[in-house]
């Protein structure tokens, strides 16, 4: 875990002492999660239950803001455990999945969510044509339900493969009034307007947030970081976390910390849990 500036381990301090009147948002896979060949196997870190517990405690809410369909997230993170307990402290937990599309809480326990956009079935039909036409056509194809992702990770040659299927996949989505998110050997078609920005400015709203942490690892999670830093120059304390890698270095330059992966991301809320909970003693 590494404060980037004298500025950053101020921010940190600050959120400390507004810790009761912030909102925790997490990203799942490669922050909860350990990035996997097969996200359907990417089972959240088994110390994250009793640290999202002991962080609920401390903070007004805590949400896991995802591109995983918001099902898949609370079965893989055994969420709606995890929310019970926080419930019963009377928190909230929430779950944004599908970057945003679906919503999920500890107080309601349901999902809301929108229909499958226009266009998705038309380009999934056609989606294995492109496929094989860039010589991937081993590439696996996700059905989100509101988005398709085409995962290189599995290929003997991951970035190359990636690399060559983002042009025609981005051409076909466009065809079909869809944009495309990239993320870490991985290529996400979905429809425009909703993201994890968007997922922020509700939980303000919902929450009526003074502070807000954010952690994250992909490009998925810019916007949830750009949003952040717009309430922060509103006057919120905020701090920004981003899980560097080698695949992806886009959020480094936003953010306030750096970590290395779940255990870090895990040892940074346990130690904010933990000051918050000393500087209300």
Known sequence: MEFVSAA??????????????SVVGLDFDGTLSPIVDDPEQAHIHPDAADVL??????????????????????????????????????????????????????????????????????????????????????????DKGLAVAVHTRRLPEPTAAFERLEGPVGELARAHDLVVEPGRHVLEVRSPGMHKGQAVDTLVELTG???????????????????????????AATLLVAV?????????????????????????????????EALRA
């Not at 480094?252 to 895990?266: F, Y």
């Open 8 to 21: 950053a381990e101020g921010r940190y301090a600050a959120l400390v002492r507004a810790a009761a009147e």
């Open 53 to 142: 517990v002991a962080l609920a405690a401390q903070v007004r809410a805590v949400a896991v803001v995802t591109g995983r369909p918001a099902r898949q997230a609370l079965d893989l993170g055994g969420l709606e455990e995890v929310a019970d307990a926080v419930h019963a402290s009377g928190k909230d937990l929430y779950v944004f999945g599908q970057y945003g599309n679906e919503r999920w809480s500890s107080d309601q326990r349901r999902i809301v969510s929108p229909r499958p956009p226009a266009g998705l079935a038309s380009f999934e039909r056609e989606l294995p044509r492109v496929l094989r036409e860039a010589g991937a056509a081993e590439a696996w194809i996700e």
């Open 209 to 235: 947030a003074a502070g807000f942490l954010f952690a994250g690892d992909d490009l998925g999670d810019v916007e949830a970081f750009e949003a952040v830093s717009a309430h922060g120059r509103r006057g």
């Open 244 to 276: 560097a890698s080698e695949e992806q270095q886009a959020l480094a330059a936003r953010a306030d910390v750096l970590v290395s992966g779940p255990d870090e991301v895990l040892e940074l809320l346990r130690t904010f849990a933990a000051d918050a």
